[in-house]
């Protein structure tokens, strides 16, 4: 019996019926017997149409009976892909998968032969490597008083002299002072294979750009913010994805010579690499699975570039990083169960994050323990708040067609917004939130803070809460109407719930 699985409370105290379920056809549904009389399984999850690679992995579905059974499998370096009451599928290593068998864990397969896993596509749509430097460099270039690329480390490769990349990022807002402002960070593709990941980020720099200008909001963020937008902290990785491999971790390796089946020897995982509790659970320590921590915290030029640009940034006050997939917003702690002491404010904001597209919010923790995560090192160490944002559903997978960006971008684009916002003033979390929509000012509390019933403007520049004038609110907005009166300046609003609680202020007019 294998010594990982296994506990004295019983991993195989085998109350569930089912037989290990190998060898299943594509067509088969995916559920075997047995799992299906585990509480809460919520039906079947198919590969079906997808082809499949010789990897070494497996691609499986295993049925779990308690959040302590699920560690288990994710602390063994289970290669999770999406969580669901009672199942959690993903790829397992030829010894994991062996492990299983040993134990008596009911999974199915999602691989229509043992180590072959899936194989990515690439929809041509997405940025690469090589495309996105140009890309980002030409946008800047159109707004070179508001945004410059900056150079904030190198990929791995890089520094070991086998070509790689630079890590670029946007820095965007106005004037010279800007390290004086409110900061916020955005991250894309710490997981290479997740190409969505990628293309968000970059979508938020040209609402940005583009807006200035025109949209008083966007053009108020940008001048009173410090904005820094990294779509791509994956490079090496993105390289093996754009090829169609499902490619997570970053390319380092210590291996001379690797075969197809050593495929795993490559790569320490990013995101279980940070060093605030680096190797606390949730991430592993064999070099050949797809959630290796790393030698040691920080052993990675990627999250070290990123660990040395938010130390010398103390103004960054809001981190979001970027994933794919499954429809959630995360926050820390990943590595406990413990509630932080900012619980209410993250969940808060995160529930917000998560209204436009229906997503989940939770704490990390709760879907499973991970540990080295950014977001407990951003916020464990550096106070920033921080979050996750999971895209996708299952269906569209980490390899999504390109159009599906639109969709994707629909549902992240207000809660960017809304974080840009609220890293002037995080305290603003618990009231209502000001949008322009068809030249009313529309306050959301997208159903998690209370209804507005107080409203008050600013001239010139936003007024602590109460030290405003008065504005008239119908309904769940004001219109402009009668703001023109209000004087010369840029004009603020800001709103109240019953509960008394004030939101973040928002420009409303130029
Ligand atoms: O495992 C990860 O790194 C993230 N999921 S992904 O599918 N994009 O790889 C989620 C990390 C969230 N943190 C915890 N679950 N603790
Ligand atoms: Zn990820």
């Given at each position: 019996m294998n010594k990982r699985l296994s506990t004295a409370s019983g991993?195989?105290?085998?109350?569930?019926?089912?037989?290990?379920?190998?060898?299943?056809?594509?067509?088969?549904?995916?559920?075997a017997p047995g799992a299906s009389?585990?509480?809460?399984?919520?039906g079947t999850l198919s590969l079906q149409g997808r082809r499949f690679v010789q990897t070494g992995e497996t691609a499986v579905s295993i049925s779990y009976r308690s959040k302590a059974e699920l560690q288990k499998l994710v602390d063994a370096g289970l290669d999770v892909w999406m969580v669901q009451p009672g199942t959690v599928s993903g790829a397992v290593s030829r010894q994991l998968l062996n492990e299983l068998k040993e134990n008596g864990v009911t999974f199915t397969m999602?691989?229509?032969?043992?180590g072959y896993s899936i194989r990515s596509t690439f929809d041509r749509g997405y940025q690469t490597t090589a495309s996105l430097p140009g890309t980002m460099w030409a946008l800047a270039a159109k707004y070179p008083a508001i945004c410059k690329v900056e150079d904030f480390g190198d990929s791995w490769e890089k520094t070991t002299g086998k070509g790689g990349s630079d890590l670029l990022m946007f820095h965007i807002g106005?004037?010279?002072?800007?390290?004086?402002k409110p900061g916020i960070v955005f991250f894309g593709?710490?997981?290479?294979?997740?190409?969505v990941t990628v293309e968000i980020p970059l979508r938020l720099a040209t609402l940005l750009l583009e807006g200035y200008g025109k949209d008083p909001a966007i053009t108020d963020l940008v001048d009173t913010r410090d904005i820094y937008i990294a779509p791509m902290i994956n490079p090496d990785g993105h390289v093996h994805a754009e090829k169609g491999e499902s490619w997570r971790k970053?390319?380092?390796?210590?291996?001379?010579d690797v075969t197809v089946e050593d495929r795993?020897?490559?790569?320490?995982?990013l995101n279980r690499?940070?060093?605030?509790?680096?190797?606390?659970?949730?991430?592993?320590?064999?070099?050949?699975?797809?959630?290796y921590m790393g030698k040691?915290?920080?052993?990675e030029p990627e999250t070290q570039a990123v660990r040395d640009f938010m130390v010398s940034h103390k103004n960054i006050k809001i981190m979001m990083s970027y994933h794919s997939f499954s429809n959630l917003i995360l926050w820390p702690w990943g590595w406990s169960n413990s509630p932080t002491p900012d619980a209410d404010k993250l969940s808060t904001i995160g529930k917000k994050l998560a209204a436009p597209g229906k997503y989940t919010p939770e704490q990390a923790s709760d879907l499973y323990v991970a540990s080295g995560i950014t977001d407990d090192f951003t916020y464990?160490?550096?106070g920033m708040l921080s979050f996750t944002t999971e895209i996708g559903t299952w269906n569209d997978h980490?390899?999504?067609?390109?159009?599906r960006v639109d969709k994707f971008w629909g549902e992240n684009k207000d809660g960017a917004l809304y974080l840009i916002k609220l890293a002037?003033?995080?305290?603003?979390?618990f009231g209502p939130e000001p949008r322009l929509e068809n030249g009313k000012v529309v306050f959301d509390g997208?159903?998690?803070?209370?209804?507005?019933?107080e409203v008050e403007t600013y001239v010139g520049k936003p007024g602590a809460p109460g030290t405003g004038t008065k504005v008239a609110v119908k309904g769940e907005s004001i219109d402009?109407?009668?703001?023109?009166?209000?004087?010369?300046g840029r004009v603020y609003a800001r709103g109240r719930d019953a509960n008394g609680n004030w939101g973040p202020a928002m420009a409303i007019r130029l």
């Open positions: 991993w195989l105290a085998a109350t569930l019926t089912g037989a290990v379920a190998v060898g299943c056809s594509l067509s088969t549904p995916v559920i009389q585990i509480a809460g399984n919520v999602l691989s229509p032969t043992e106005a004037g010279n002072n800007k390290a004086q593709n710490h997981h290479a294979r997740e190409l970053n390319t380092h390796s210590d291996k001379a795993g020897y490559f790569g320490t995982d690499n940070y060093g605030f509790k680096w190797a606390s659970g949730g991430a592993s320590s064999n070099p050949t699975d797809e959630t040691s915290a920080f052993s464990g160490q550096l980490f390899d999504p067609p390109y159009s002037g003033e995080t305290n603003a979390a997208h159903g998690v803070t209370g209804k507005v019933t402009l109407t009668g703001i023109e009166a209000t004087g010369k």
